[in-house]
T-cell receptor, first 112, second 111 residues
Framework: EAQVTQNPRYLITVTGKKLTVTCSQN?????MSWYRQDPGLGLRQIYY???????DKGDVPEGYKVSRKEKRNFPLILESPSPNQTSLYFC???????????FGSGTQLSVL | GENVEQHPSTLSVQEGDSAVIKCTYS??????FPWYKQELGKRPQLIID?????GEKKDQRIAVTLNKTAKHFSLHITETQPEDSAVYFC??????????FGQGTRLTINP
């Protein structure tokens, strides 16, 4: 089944404790992206990747890192999480030059 | 860059009535406008999209209209049903690949 898989679905952590949210897609998509969803603000792009080893900042990159060592995986890293990073996170992917995004199931992160 | 504004933020309609959600965009070069539906606790999913070379597109009970001159586009849902209750996001395309989303509209269908 074609899908974008995110893990974990829920995560509660404390300020400053490094964490990684994983994202994997099995559709051979070149483009992958991370969004955060906050009430009243919609979906805001954090980072994106056009292909392996090619990543770039989105609109709200501060406090986040990403890597794209393999085509299928695009992990989101929070080196020192803070409470303002409490949010619902979505990974998404698509073919290059297709704007139709496929979203993962989301990760609800709470930073205490 | 692209900026997309979406209204209203919440919308409540009686089952069977129509619902309309509106979005405006800022980048006149933007040429692709999708709509995503997010049911409670689920992921956003594409329900309909339109490119700038057409003014309207329909798929059963949903339709999208585009006014390039005014830089706005709208989602129309007719004969609403309880399963239409969800959050709807519009988006505009910035550059070749990046989607910029609106703030979302929470649609509630009252039985």
């Amino acid at each position: 089944e074609a899908q974008v898989t995110q893990n974990p679905r829920y995560l509660i952590t404390v300020t400053g404790k490094k964490l990684t949210v994983t994202c994997s897609q099995n559709m051979n998509h070149e483009y992958m992206s991370w969004y955060r969803q906050d009430p009243g603000l919609g979906l805001r792009q954090i980072y994106y990747s056009m292909n392996v080893e090619v990543t770039d900042k989105g609109d709200v990159p501060e406090g986040y890192k990403v890597s794209r060592k393999e085509k299928r995986n695009f992990p989101l890293i929070l080196e020192s999480p803070s409470p303002n990073q409490t949010s619902l996170y979505f990974c998404a992917s698509s073919f290059r030059d297709s704007q139709k995004l496929f979203f993962g199931s989301g990760t609800q992160l709470s930073v205490l | 860059g692209e900026n997309v504004e979406q209204h209203p933020s919440t919308l409540s309609v009686q089952e069977g009535d129509s619902a309309v959600i509106k979005c405006t965009y800022s980048d006149s070069a933007s040429n692709y406008f999708p709509w995503y539906k997010q049911e409670l606790g689920k992921r956003p999913q594409l329900i309909i999209d339109i490119r700038s070379n057409v003014g309207e597109k329909k798929d059963q009970r949903i339709a999208v209209t585009l006014n390039k001159t005014a830089k706005h586009f709208s989602l129309h849902i007719t004969e609403t049903q309880p399963e239409d209750s969800a959050v709807y996001f519009c988006a505009g395309l910035q550059g070749a690949q990046k989607l910029v989303f609106g703030q979302g509209t929470r649609l509630t269908i009252n039985p």
